[in-house]
């Protein structure tokens, strides 16, 4: 048994899981200006004009996907069946010791990429890569080099394990196959692909549970909180339903099927009431439509101009451009500074087209500067509810088999229009026959 060097020395209190215990090397990273710098990002955008209590942050948020990442990781490396004995690292050896020092890591890097008022403008400023490419090249910066020389010190359990690059593999469990996929176009192996789910999992992911969790209590709109105890205390890697044994994936023990089932109805009403809430979509529209107009190009050019910029500097930027007519994205600031004249967002029927609203646009005599519409990627059905489900702790059944909740695809992304005040109640009329 190699000794554990993971032993935490160091706390912080942390309003949703308490006492969050770290270690040397984890307080580098911490201490380092690029997580610092996640104090200055909110985690639900400017959604702190609606609810007022929604002012949590990135940084927060990074300590509790840490502490839950490590729970859900000790857990399915302890609680392990026979057939899948052979592919979980054993307690206290190296590898175990090893790939619980990556998964922390990785999870305290994991939002380092974020833009300032996190995914309000991503998608338009950042692309398909998104934040995720940021975070590596924040990972690879000069700012955390110093952190990954005195990891590469560390004592004697790495040594057994001194084939892998604890750097890249940090990277990967950071932010995920899906777009390591994107960037470099390969996958990972089925180990890793494990690891990497316990952050960035679309169901069962601690960066997901924790949002859940952290969102509900800062907004005060309770749907977000459920049983997440009793989710990570019957996780498991179990054999995939389909191949027969030959493949793993996270699942659960049938005890945690109903805290699935809080999870997936915790999500939904999270979207309904805050992350697709009209009022918080009204304002992300007029912030990301300022960012597009004034986010400097030079802000995107290095690691360096890239962490210079958090919220602060956005709302200072803000503040000068609702008082000043001649600078850019005068308009969008004014809106969201002196609250007057924004416009308002309307979720659209499922059958109104791009079609139909530029009919309206023309019959009506609009402008761009009068209505504006996104229509969101019809994305392929989601795959997470196909996770398996130890039935007596021996038969594996496929999730949405055991439960007609999970059959249902809740939490779909609306298609959204943005129109001047002036003009909404036309709008509504005209959208009032797809209702």
């Not at 890249?168 to 469990?173: G, L, M, N, P």
């Not at 992911?205 to 105890?229: E, Q």
């Not at 890697?237 to 109903?258: M, Q, V, Y």
Request: proline residues 4%; charged residues 25%.
């Amino acid at each position: 048994m190699a000794k554990n060097f993971l032993y935490s020395d160091k706390k912080v209190y942390d309003s949703v899981h308490g006492f969050i215990p770290f270690d040397e090397f984890e307080k580098e990273l911490i201490d380092t200006l690029a997580f610092q710098r996640l104090h200055y990002i909110h985690q639900l955008g400017i959604a702190y004009l609606v609810y007022p209590g929604a002012t949590h942050t990135r940084f927060e948020h990074s300590l509790g996907v840490m502490h839950l990442a490590t729970l859900m990781f000790e857990k399915v490396c302890t609680s392990v069946r026979p057939d899948v004995f052979h592919f979980v690292p054993r307690k206290g050896s190296s590898d175990y010791l090893y790939w619980r020092r990556v998964i922390r890591m990785a999870a305290l890097c994991h939002d380092l990429g974020h833009l300032p008022f996190s995914h309000v403008a991503e998608k338009d400023l950042l692309g398909e890569c998104g934040h995720e490419l940021w975070t590596l090249k924040i990972i690879d910066s000069s700012y955390l080099k110093p952190v990954w020389n005195k990891l590469k010190e560390a004592p004697a359990y790495l040594e057994d394990v001194i084939e892998r690059n604890i750097v890249d593999d940090i990277k990967k469990i950071a932010i995920g196959e899906a777009k390591w996929k994107i960037i470099f176009g390969k996958t990972f192996s089925p180990w890793e692909r494990i690891v990497s789910e316990l952050i960035t999992g679309d169901f069962f992911g601690a960066d997901r549970i924790d949002y859940l969790l952290r969102d509900a209590k800062s907004t005060g709109v309770a749907y977000g909180l459920f049983d997440y105890h009793q989710l990570v205390e019957t996780l498991r890697i179990l054999p995939s339903p389909d191949r027969g044994g030959d493949e793993f994936l996270l699942g659960i023990d049938e005890n945690g099927l109903e805290s699935c089932e809080a999870l997936l109805l915790a999500r939904h009403f999270m979207h309904r009431r805050i992350y697709q809430y009209s009022s918080v979509q009204a304002y992300n529209f007029h912030l990301r439509r300022y960012m597009k107009a004034v986010y400097f190009k030079r802000v995107l050019e290095s690691v360096d101009d890239f962490l210079s910029v958090s919220d602060t500097d956005v709302i200072s930027a803000l503040n000068k451009a609702a008082k000043d007519p001649n600078l850019p994205g005068h308009r969008d600031a004014e809106c969201v500074i002196f609250r007057q004249h924004r416009f308002r967002a309307i979720a659209l029927p499922e059958l109104v087209e791009e079609s139909h609203l530029q009919e309206f646009r023309k019959k009506n005599q609009l402008t761009d500067a009068d209505i504006e519409w996104e229509f969101q990627s019809q994305e392929a059905p989601p795959g997470r509810l196909s996770f398996p489900v130890a039935r007596r702790h021996v038969m594996i059944k496929k999730a949405k088999d055991c439960s007609d909740l999970l059959l249902r695809p809740f939490s779909k992304k609306s298609n959204w229009v943005y129109i001047s005040p002036q003009y909404d109640l036309m709008l509504a009329e005209f959208l009032e026959k797809w209702t």
